[in-house]
């Protein structure tokens, strides 16, 4: 029997998953279940670097873990926990700490990028800058050194943290001996940035999303909302530089495609019946998920019990990792 690769995820909970995140995240990871051991898990403690309301954390948690679930993760095959049930990746997190270079995280985008919003309005540079936005990069390392990681599936947007895990990894080693696995970011090129209504990047902080298990009125509405140029039913259209096009391509057979980018060039179709094209693939496409994160929604108490599994099992490989650690280190 060959020995499977582990892969392992976290995705923030600080928003209501929608069509980019499934799409660009939550479906390549679950297409790597298939041949790799799979630990994926909510990352709460990296939601409050920006959700500081306890309701909104408490449900967003839930959400997210409804998602996953609906989408088709098998907790009996993915190990699937919440990042505040391990203490040990906490405790990893200051260990590393001590050894980042403070140079290392002064370079880290999001936290480069509010020193440089401050520096353009001419304010403190670390006017409203968090130490937990500075910490950030060394927890997500802890996230995925505490498990013996191989790959990382994530994003494009996540390649500098995943480079900065790695260079802690070695720094560690380097010091103390191999005892962390130096992981991979495992980056899917084909899944490129998926548009949102607006056409930008679809992202919660643009207020720009469709919607992944939300009501069906909500993902009409957003399918209604998405911006076309203004040209008639007749006219010939470019399918390259549409929003709904691009959208269209993620959830159409490829012959359907060609057929449709046929129509676009020909004229004929106006964009209100490509909204609704749309809608009814989207709609068909997520209706199972909905109903089943409907129900998971309703049913709390079975979203604890295979979060609580789940830790359960996480802990049982972070637990012998860290006891090396605190070994290697001097602490027994
Ligand atoms: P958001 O931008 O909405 O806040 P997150 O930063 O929480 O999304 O992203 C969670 C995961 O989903 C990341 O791995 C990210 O790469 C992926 N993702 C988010 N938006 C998109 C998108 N528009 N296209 C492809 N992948 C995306
Ligand atoms: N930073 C990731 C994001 O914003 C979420 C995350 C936290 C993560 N810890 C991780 C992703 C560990 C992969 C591995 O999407």
């Not at 979203?303 to 090396?324: M, N, S």
């Amino acid at each position: 029997m060959t020995v499977q690769k582990i892969a392992l995820t976290g995705i923030k909970s600080s928003g209501s998953p929608h069509i980019g995140n499934y799409l660009g995240a939550i479906k390549p990871a679950l297409e790597l279940t298939k041949d790799h051991e799979a630990r994926y898990f909510i990352a709460d403690y990296h939601a409050i670097t920006t959700v500081k309301d306890k309701k909104l954390l408490e449900e967003q948690i839930y959400d997210m873990a409804a998602t996953w679930l609906a989408a088709g993760l098998n907790p009996d095959e993915v190990i699937f926990y919440r990042q505040s049930d391990i203490p040990e990746v906490f405790e990893l997190s200051w260990i590393l700490a001590c050894m980042t270079p403070k140079g290392l995280l002064n370079r880290a985008h999001s936290y480069k990028d509010s020193i440089e919003k401050n520096k353009e309005k001419g304010k403190d540079l670390d006017d409203g800058v968090h130490c937990g936005l500075y910490y950030y990069p060394v927890l997500m390392a802890a996230d995925i050194l505490a498990f013996n990681t191989n790959v990382v599936p994530v994003g494009q947007d996540q390649k500098q943290h995943l480079e900065i895990t790695r260079d802690i990894a070695h720094a560690f080693n380097q010091v103390y001996g191999e005892i962390l696995t130096v992981p991979e970011a495992l980056i899917d090129d084909s899944v490129k940035t998926v548009p949102g209504i607006d056409g930008r990047k679809m992202s919660k902080s643009y207020n720009n999303v469709i919607p992944l298990y939300g009501p069906q009125k909500d993902l009409q509405k957003s399918i209604s909302r998405i911006v076309t140029d203004s040209k008639g039913v007749n006219e010939p259209k470019d399918p390259d530089s549409c929003n709904l096009f691009a959208l269209y391509t993620y959830f159409a057979a490829p012959e359907a495609v060609s057929a449709k980018r046929e129509q676009y060039k020909s004229g004929g179709m106006g964009y209100g019946d490509m909204k609704n094209e749309l809608f009814e693939l989207i709609d068909a496409f997520v209706a199972e998920g909905r109903d089943k994160y409907a129900s998971l929604m309703a049913n709390r108490e079975q979203i604890d019990w295979i979060l609580e599994e789940g830790a359960e099992k996480a802990r049982q490989i972070a637990g012998p990792l860290l006891q090396k650690v605190r070994h290697a280190i001097g602490i027994q």
